[in-house]
């Protein structure tokens, strides 16, 4: 299954989520793993990825006053950055640091003269900066399996993410634990009319913003909209608890999921095409007006069936969660 997203790495004596400025990488979080001594890994999104992670990795770094690691995962590759408070950000490219003309979107882009032995010394100075206790074996057993894979195919292969989680139990977090329980489940309801991806009332809201800068959507934004980018924010940055009492998160999603259809019962059907940059697309308003409601209903009665009963953003299995791929490098 695809990945868009990216994991962080940082050490904060509060849970990541709570950071100020982690919105800079992402607000939709969906896995959080405490590693111990501070430690934690937090995979997360945003609305428009990818995030400029080069400039909010220097940026939080120095905020945090702590090391921080973060890759934006791009399906079949990542781009992975560090800084600490102390040095300045650097870049590198996974599987294949030279691999300029990936084709998937980073940003920013990757540079030219990659190699593996430059990114191994990266990450090795950071984590020595960072105070970690770093495999060295491990972490070049990691960085290089790619290439070994090519050649020697019946080797194992890793997805980038898994690739990245490798990095983590080289730097010492040799048995990489289960994701941390949600204090609530942003995916079931109330909460899902407004959560969802592409069909939720949040998403609907930020594509219709975009329609209007892009001067393809006309007139002002609804009353629901911005209530419902606000509540999505404010539901993410709960989960783990802290911020709003899911109590109160539960009723002003009610009040927004119901305001919203008082005005959608009212309002003729946005059209089935609209122009952008003078060419005619399909609109993603109009889609979601048709099936949006039906398909959000499935997604929750699907999790209903196959989640865990504490869910923590896993779903069916948790590939990362062990000893990965290589314990005898530990």
């Not at 590693?35 to 934690?40: A, F, R, T």
């Not at 650097?90 to 980073?106: E, F, I, N, T």
């Not at 911005?226 to 109160?248: F, N, Q, S, V």
Request: glycine content about 10%; overall charge neutral.
């Amino acid at each position: 299954m695809s990945y868009y997203g990216s994991v962080v790495m940082t050490r904060a004596d509060v849970v990541m989520s709570r950071l100020p400025g982690i919105d800079a990488i992402g607000f939709r979080h969906r896995r959080l793993r405490e590693l111990g001594g501070g430690w934690q890994v937090l995979e997360t999104s945003g609305w428009n990825d990818p995030p400029d992670l080069e400039q909010a990795v220097a940026a939080l770094a120095g905020s945090w006053n702590a090391p921080v690691l973060a890759a934006y995962v791009a399906d079949t590759c990542a781009q992975i950055h560090g800084a600490t408070a102390e040095t300045a950000v650097w870049s590198g490219h996974l599987a294949d640091p030279a691999d300029v003309k990936c084709g998937m979107r980073h940003q920013p882009p990757v540079r030219s003269g990659g190699t593996p032995t430059a990114l191994e010394a990266q990450l090795a100075d950071w984590a020595r900066r960072a105070g970690l206790t770093l495999s060295a074996a491990r972490l070049s057993r990691a960085l290089r399996y790619a290439l070994e894979w090519r050649s020697v195919p019946d080797g194992p292969y890793l997805d980038p993410v898994a690739q990245i989680f490798e990095l983590v139990r080289a730097f010492g977090f040799t048995v990489i634990p289960a994701p941390r329980a949600y204090a609530f489940d942003p995916d079931d309801e109330p909460f899902a009319e407004v959560t969802a991806a592409i069909w939720g009332l949040a998403a609907q809201a930020r594509s219709a913003a975009a329609y209007r800068t892009a001067g393809a959507r006309r007139g002002r934004p609804a009353g629901w909209e911005a209530a419902a980018i606000t509540l999505e924010t404010d539901i993410y940055a709960a989960l783990y608890g802290g911020g709003h009492p899911p109590a109160a998160l539960a009723a002003r999603a009610g009040r927004i999921i119901a305001y919203y259809r008082a005005v959608q019962h009212d309002a003729p059907p946005p059209p089935r095409e609209i122009t952008v940059n003078g060419q005619p697309v399909a609109n993603i308003q109009r889609i979601t007006h048709d099936i949006g409601a039906r398909v959000i209903a499935n997604q929750v009665a699907t999790r209903r069936a196959h989640d865990r009963p504490a869910p923590d953003g896993t779903g069916f299995s948790d590939p990362v969660a062990g000893p990965g791929t290589w314990p005898d490098l530990a």
